[in-house]
C-alpha cells in the first residue's frame, strides 16, 4: 500500500484514545458553560425569568456532561495529533449541539403571551422564540453563533429577549478567539497533554509565548483588550450620534456589537442589523470596529511589544487586506450605481465590502434586490477571500491568496528566464528554499482546492432545493456567506427554508471555522477500519 494512503487512517483505538478525546471534549463543555452562566445573569438584571431558566437549565446539562466525561478520562495519555485533530471536529459539533439547548428550552419552556411580550412596542410581528421549537433551528443559530457566522433564524432579533442576545453576541465571542484556545487557558490540564496539537487543530496563528498555555492566556488578553476598547468607542460613538437612545440600551447594543465585531461574527441586538439606526453616522461608526477584527491577533500581539505602527504595514496580509479596499470596493459602488434599488451606492457599498472581506456580516443593504454583478463581485472579490490568518475572520484567508499570487509570480519569472537561474521565493519578508516553497504553496493550493470543491458541491444542493424566486447568484452567495463564516444574505436563509439547506449551511459553517481537515479527519476515524482505504 502507498504511503501516503497510510496517512488517511486516523487510528483512535477505544481505548486510551476515546478517552483523551472524551477528556478534551468535556473540558470544552465547562468552559463554555461559563459562558451560558453569564447570560443567566442578564436575563434576571433584564427580568426575563424564563430565558434565565432556560439558561440555567442548559448550563446545568452542558456542565454535568462536561464534568463526568473530564473527571472519568482525566488520567488518560497525552493528545498526538491524530487525536487533537478529532477533539477540534467533535469539539465543535458536539458544542454547538449544547449550544443549542438555551434557544430550544426558552422556546418550549416561554409561554406563548410571555413570548409575544418580547415583542417590542408598536410592532405586531411573532414573537422569533417560537422558530427554535424546530431543534433544528436551534442548532442552525448555535453552530452560526459559535463558528461567527451570523446567519440567523432568529428573524426580528430583538424578540428573543436579551438574555438570549447576550449568550448569542457572547457565543460568536468565544467562539472567535476559539473554544479550544479558551480551555487550554482556563482548565487545569494533568500532565502534559498535546497542548501544542490542540492549540494548531484549532488555529493557524503563531505562538505568542515559549508555552502553548501562555499563547493560549496571550491571546485572550489581547482580544479582551481589544474588545473593551471597542465597547468604549461605541457607547461613546453612540451616546454622541443618538442622545436620544438612552444610555442603557447604548451601553447593551456597545457591549454586543463590541463582541460580534471582534470575533467578526456579526450578530446585531437590532431587527436590521447595523441599519437599524437609520443613521449614517452609524454605520460608519461601526466599520473600525470590523477592520480591528479581521486583524491578526498575532500582529496586536507584536504592535504591543515593540510600540511601532509600522509593524501592521510591514505585514503583508495587512498590505494585501487595504489593496482590496482600494481596489474593489469602486468597482462595487459603479455596480450598484446602475441599479434603481440602491439609493445610495457609495454607503451602502462602502460598508458591506468592509463587512464582506472582514466576514463581520453585519448588513446595512438589501442584498437580495442587488444585480447579481453586485452579488457575485461580494462574493468572490471579498467573502471567499477573507481577512487575516492568525485573526478571527474565516474565507481561504489572505495569506493564502497572498503565497498563491506570490507562486504565479515566481513561475511567469522564471520562463522569462535562463532554466538554470536561480530566482528566489518570498513572502513578505522571509526567503524560502525550494523545501520550504512547494511545502507553502501546495498547503496553500490543497486548502483553496478543497473549499471550492466543498462549495461547489453545496451550491449545486442548494441550486437543487431552493426555490424560485432565488437566482443562481443568490445559491452562490448565501453558500460562501456560511462557508467563509460571514453571515451576511441574499435572503435564503429564513426559517421556511428546506432542511436539505440548513443541514449543508450548518455543514459548512462547520467546515468553515475549522478550515476543512479536522472535519475530515473525524469523518475518517468514525469509518470502521474494514471500509478504510
Known amino acids: 500500500m502507498p504511503r501516503f494512503m497510510i496517512r488517511l487512517r486516523p487510528k483512535i483505538s477505544q481505548g486510551s484514545g476515546f478517552q483523551i478525546v472524551m477528556r478534551d471534549i468535556g473540558a470544552l463543555q465547562m468552559a463554555l458553560s461559563v459562558g451560558m452562566m453569564l447570560s443567566v445573569f442578564v436575563s434576571l438584571l433584564y427580568r426575563e425569568f424564563y430565558n434565565a431558566l432556560s439558561l440555567l437549565a442548559a448550563t446545568g446539562a452542558t456542565v454535568t456532561f462536561g464534568a463526568l466525561a473530564y473527571r472519568s478520562c482525566r488520567n488518560a495519555g497525552e493528545s498526538k495529533r491524530r487525536h487533537a485533530m478529532v477533539v477540534a471536529g467533535a469539539g465543535w459539533l458536539v458544542s454547538a449541539l449544547f449550544g443549542a439547548l438555551p434557544f430550544l428550552f426558552a422556546a418550549y419552556l416561554t409561554p406563548p403571551?410571555?413570548?409575544?411580550?418580547?415583542?417590542?412596542?408598536?410592532?405586531?410581528?411573532?414573537?422569533?422564540?417560537?422558530?427554535?421549537?424546530?431543534?433544528?433551528?436551534?442548532?442552525?443559530?448555535?453552530?452560526?453563533?459559535?463558528?461567527?457566522?451570523?446567519?440567523?433564524?432568529?428573524?426580528?432579533?430583538?424578540?428573543?429577549?436579551?438574555?438570549?442576545?447576550?449568550?448569542?453576541?457572547?457565543?460568536?465571542?468565544?467562539?472567535?478567539?476559539?473554544?479550544?484556545?479558551?480551555?487550554?487557558?482556563?482548565?487545569?490540564?494533568?500532565?502534559?497533554?498535546?497542548?501544542?496539537?490542540?492549540?494548531?487543530?484549532?488555529?493557524?496563528?503563531?505562538?505568542?509565548?515559549?508555552?502553548?498555555?501562555?499563547?493560549?492566556?496571550?491571546?485572550?488578553?489581547?482580544?479582551?483588550?481589544?474588545?473593551?476598547?471597542?465597547?468604549?468607542?461605541?457607547?461613546?460613538?453612540?451616546?454622541?450620534?443618538?442622545?436620544?437612545?438612552?444610555?442603557?440600551?447604548?451601553?447593551?447594543?456597545?457591549?454586543?456589537?463590541?463582541?460580534?465585531?471582534?470575533?467578526?461574527?456579526?450578530?446585531?441586538?437590532?431587527d436590521d442589523s447595523i441599519a437599524g439606526y437609520k443613521s449614517y453616522a452609524m454605520e460608519l461608526v461601526h466599520i473600525p470596529p470590523m477592520i480591528l477584527g479581521a486583524i491578526s491577533i498575532p500582529l496586536y500581539y507584536t504592535f504591543l511589544y515593540q510600540r511601532d505602527l509600522r509593524v501592521f504595514w510591514r505585514d503583508a496580509q495587512f498590505r494585501l487586506m487595504f489593496l482590496l479596499f482600494l481596489l474593489l470596493t469602486p468597482f462595487l459602488v459603479l455596480l450598484l450605481g446602475n441599479t434603481k434599488v440602491v439609493t445610495d451606492p457609495v454607503r451602502e457599498g462602502v460598508f458591506q465590502f468592509v463587512s464582506a472581506v472582514s466576514t463581520t456580516g453585519w448588513q446595512t443593504s438589501n442584498i437580495g434586490d442587488w444585480k447579481d454583478s453586485a452579488v457575485l463581485l461580494l462574493a468572490w472579490g471579498a467573502m471567499v477571500t477573507g481577512g487575516a490568518a492568525g485573526a478571527t475572520v474565516g474565507g481561504i484567508k489572505l495569506i493564502r491568496m497572498y503565497i498563491i499570487l506570490c507562486a504565479v509570480k515566481w513561475r511567469i519569472r522564471k520562463v522569462f528566464l535562463p532554466i538554470e537561474a536561480v530566482i528566489p521565493f518570498r513572502i513578505g519578508e522571509r526567503n524560502l528554499d525550494s523545501g520550504e516553497m512547494q511545502r507553502e504553496v501546495s498547503d496553500a493550493a490543497v486548502f483553496s482546492l478543497l473549499y471550492l470543491v466543498i462549495l461547489a458541491l453545496s451550491t449545486l444542493i442548494m441550486v437543487h432545493y431552493m426555490g424560485p424566486n432565488f437566482t443562481l447568484a443568490d445559491a452562490i452567495f448565501e453558500s460562501v456567506s456560511a462557508q467563509s463564516t460571514v453571515g451576511l444574505s441574499s435572503g435564503i436563509t429564513d426559517p421556511g427554508m428546506p432542511a436539505v439547506i440548513e443541514l449543508?449551511?450548518?455543514?459548512?459553517?462547520?467546515?468553515?471555522?475549522?478550515?476543512?481537515?479536522?472535519?475530515?479527519?473525524?469523518?475518517?476515524?468514525?469509518?470502521?477500519?474494514?471500509w478504510r482505504f
Not at 457591549?255 to 461574527?265: D, E, K, L, R
Request: no cysteine; aromatic share 12%; net charge positive.
Open 113 to 270: 403571551d410571555v413570548a409575544q411580550a418580547l415583542v417590542p412596542t408598536g410592532e405586531n410581528y411573532q414573537s422569533s422564540l417560537m422558530y427554535f421549537k424546530n431543534p433544528l433551528h436551534a442548532l442552525f443559530e448555535s453552530m452560526s453563533a459559535y463558528t461567527t457566522t451570523g446567519l440567523t433564524m432568529a428573524v426580528h432579533e430583538p424578540s428573543i429577549g436579551y438574555g438570549l442576545l447576550f449568550y448569542r453576541s457572547l457565543a460568536q465571542w468565544i467562539g472567535g478567539a476559539g473554544v479550544i484556545v479558551l480551555s487550554l487557558a482556563i482548565i487545569p490540564r494533568p500532565r502534559s497533554v498535546g497542548e501544542l496539537e490542540l492549540y494548531q487543530s484549532e488555529t493557524a496563528g503563531a505562538k505568542l509565548r515559549p508555552n502553548i498555555i501562555g499563547t493560549a492566556r496571550a491571546i485572550w488578553k489581547v482580544y479582551s483588550a481589544i474588545t473593551v476598547f471597542v465597547v468604549l468607542y461605541l457607547f461613546a460613538a453612540t451616546l454622541i450620534i443618538l442622545p436620544d437612545y438612552g444610555w442603557r440600551s447604548s451601553l447593551f447594543d456597545a457591549v454586543n456589537h463590541a463582541m460580534t465585531a471582534q470575533s467578526t461574527g456579526g450578530f446585531s441586538v437590532l
Open 504 to 530: 449543508v449551511f450548518i455543514m459548512q459553517m462547520w467546515v468553515g471555522r475549522l478550515e476543512i481537515f479536522p472535519v475530515i479527519v473525524l469523518l475518517l476515524a468514525l469509518i470502521p477500519r474494514r
